[in-house]
Nanobody, 117 residues
Framework: VQLVESGGGLVQPGGSLRLSCAAS????????MSWYPQAPGNERELVAY????????NYADSVKGRFTISRDNNKNTVYLQMNSLKPEDTAVYYC???????????WGQGTQVTVSS
């Protein structure tokens, strides 16, 4: 099983990044997917969630209107489009897969996002 994030980097405030998480080794279409940033000294916190078929998405208040989660089940990939980035968005962003009911979950290794001028 692998979840491989990519797309992180250094961006100026107000800029945009698109994160990707490529999944392999499990039935991607059966799993809900989420993104969890973790800033230094803080716990991981859920910012975006999408259901297995992609029919529903939810966001933390801190990112509503700025971030968009989506998935391509043909490519086994989930995305996080991040616009109007702020310095407080700086964190390592982890991709998370969970199959509810069977209590199976997986984490990616994370990708660093730094928002700074």
């Amino acid at each position: 099983v692998q979840l491989v994030e990519s797309g992180g980097g250094l961006v100026q405030p107000g800029g945009s990044l698109r994160l990707s998480c490529a999944a392999s080794g499990f039935t991607f279409t059966s799993f809900d997917m989420s993104w969890y940033p973790q800033a230094p000294g803080n716990e991981r916190e859920l910012v975006a969630y999408i259901t297995s078929a992609g029919g529903s998405a939810n966001y933390a208040d801190s990112v509503k209107g700025r971030f968009t989660i989506s998935r391509d089940n043909n490519k086994n990939t989930v995305y996080l489009q991040m616009n109007s980035l702020k310095p407080e968005d700086t964190a390592v962003y982890y991709c998370y897969a969970r199959r509810y009911g069977l209590n199976i979950d997986y984490w990616g290794q994370g990708t660093q996002v730094t928002v700074s001028s």
